[in-house]
């Protein structure tokens, strides 16, 4: 079946980076996107990446996959304390459909 | 990008009574809207598919004559919880799909359900 499994901490200083990790279990993902949801807040879309790359660089955020281990990561550069939130990795085994949610990794981000 | 609104925002009510949710996509027509309940430090749950124009489609578990879903047009969908009870306060999410963005969901703001 599918699974997407996250931790569910990171703390981290402010300036430095921050990588949080994701595996899925299903080979057949297309999309593998990372979303932001701040306290009682709807989910922000930060970014995503086709089953077929590698990596994927927006601005701080570099989004690496290892298809093989079935890992996804999204590593923040140079970390601020508004970064601090719960990060959602998702999977979708096709365009526009359902997507199925890892548990959430709070980021606490300290001065 | 997309820009989803959902209404309201938190609600509070009495168990037994009935709540609604609007999720509206402002600037485009979206064919199909999902909608998502979490409950606290969990991860999003799909409860159902809703298309324009047809019935909703369910995930197991799902009951749907608890949690009614209406798409009567390409901009609005509404989430009906009737008869609530404390079990069902939970942060319920819409998100939708857009034309030329089909690789990504939008999602609304959440409306946090407290359920006395």
């Known amino acids: 079946g599918e699974d997407v499994e996250q931790s569910l901490f990171l703390s981290v200083r402010e300036g430095d980076s921050s990588v949080i990790n994701c595996t899925y279990t299903?080979?057949?993902?297309?999309?593998l996107y990372w979303y932001k949801q701040e306290p009682g807040a709807g989910l922000q879309l930060l970014t995503y990446i086709f089953s077929n790359m590698d990596m994927k660089q927006d601005q701080r955020l570099t989004v690496l996959l290892n298809k093989k281990d079935k890992h996804l990561s999204l590593r923040i550069a140079d970390t601020q304390t508004g970064d601090s939130a719960i990060y959602f990795c998702a999977e979708t085994l096709n365009q526009g459909g359902k997507l199925i949610f890892g548990q959430g990794t709070e980021l606490s981000v300290k001065p | 990008g997309a820009v989803v609104s959902q209404h309201p925002s938190w609600v509070i009510c009495k168990s037994g009574t009935s709540v609604k949710i609007e999720c509206r996509s402002l600037d485009f027509q979206a064919t199909t809207m999902f909608w998502y309940r979490q409950f606290p430090k969990q991860s999003l749950m799909l409860m159902a598919t809703?298309?324009?124009?047809?019935?909703?489609?369910?995930e197991q578990g799902v009951e749907k004559d608890k949690f009614l879903i209406n798409h009567a047009s390409l901009t609005l969908s509404t989430l009906t919880v009737t008869s609530a009870h404390p079990e069902d306060s939970s942060f319920y999410i819409c998100?939708?799909?857009?034309?030329?963005?089909?690789?990504?969901?939008?999602f609304g703001s959440g409306t946090q359900l407290s359920v006395l």
């Open positions: 299903d080979s057949s993902s297309t999309y």
């Open positions: 998100s939708v799909t857009a034309p030329g963005y089909n690789e990504k969901l939008f």
């Open positions: 809703s298309n324009e124009g047809s019935k909703a489609t369910y």
